[in-house]
């Protein structure tokens, strides 16, 4: 009986830590949020951008109360784009904009990612 309660959970201890180590993008991304901040698109995983291999590009949005507004105390909303690039078995964060509301929220709603074409130049 011993033995079976130790080979229980020395299976359940093994699958928990395969489970850690096949993240999915949207557990990265939640993981690097910023403060205060939640995720607000679907996180986008490419395969291959501009050279770098799995790539995810997160969006998060942060509420904030601004106190420089006439009347003073206006909630207001941003949206802050990251590309998340894996390094060394780590991720680095790249802010690539942040998108401030314009007396209405900001929503994403498509993403578009210039592609590389390579082509041979022809002499004419």
């Known amino acids: 009986m011993k033995h ?29 949020k910023p403060k205060g901040s939640g995720i607000v698109h679907d996180v986008i995983r490419q395969e291959n951008l501009w050279g770098f291999k799995n790539v995810l590009i997160a969006f998060y949005e942060t509420r904030y109360t601004d106190s420089s507004t006439n009347p003073p105390g206006q909630h207001r909303q941003y949206v802050e784009a990251f590309l998340l690039i894996p390094v060394n078995g780590s991720y680095k964060k790249i802010r690539i904009d942040k998108y401030e509301d314009d007396n209405v929220d900001t929503r994403i709603e498509s993403v578009f990612l210039p592609m ?4 041979k130049r022809r002499n004419s």
Do not use: E, K, Y
């Open 4 to 32: 079976a309660a130790f080979f229980c959970m020395g299976l359940f201890l093994l699958l928990s830590l395969a489970g850690t180590a096949q993240d999915t993008p949207a557990a990265i991304a939640q993981r690097l």
């Open 116 to 119: 590389q074409i390579r082509t």
